[in-house]
Nanobody
């Protein structure tokens, strides 16, 4: 059974930084590509970033490229999202997901419960 638990969200001023973490249980983390998605109020959930199982390749949504960095520590079964130069439009619930290295939500098998990120102007 895979469980994903996000943490690290909160309230930050525009231009600030946050680091999200996603702790995974189960034995499959180190073999699985992982992703981050987000859902803003009144909007559909959207892709943010993804990383391959060993961390050798990453991909990002254009809206966060150059500001966000996805990484992982397989020894700790933890996924990270470093978010810098935050903007009010980054306000959303952020979800980690396991099982794919692409932008298509439906291809991810497991999801966390989400963590709220609020960026004030």
């Amino acid at each position: 059974q895979v469980q994903l638990v996000e943490s690290g969200g909160g309230l930050v001023q525009a231009g600030g930084s946050l680091r999200l973490s996603c702790a995974a249980s189960g034995r499959t983390f180190s073999f699985s590509p992982m992703g981050w998605f987000r859902q803003a109020p009144g909007k559909e959930r959207e892709f943010v970033a993804a990383i391959t199982s060993r961390g050798g390749s990453t991909r990002y949504a254009d809206s966060v490229k150059g500001r966000f960095t996805i990484s992982r520590d397989n020894a700790k079964s933890t996924l990270y999202l470093q978010m810098n130069s935050l903007k009010p439009e980054d306000t959303a619930v952020y979800y980690c997901a396991q099982g794919a290295w692409n932008t298509r939500e439906r291809e991810y098998e497991y999801w966390g419960q989400g963590t709220q990120v609020t960026v004030s102007s």
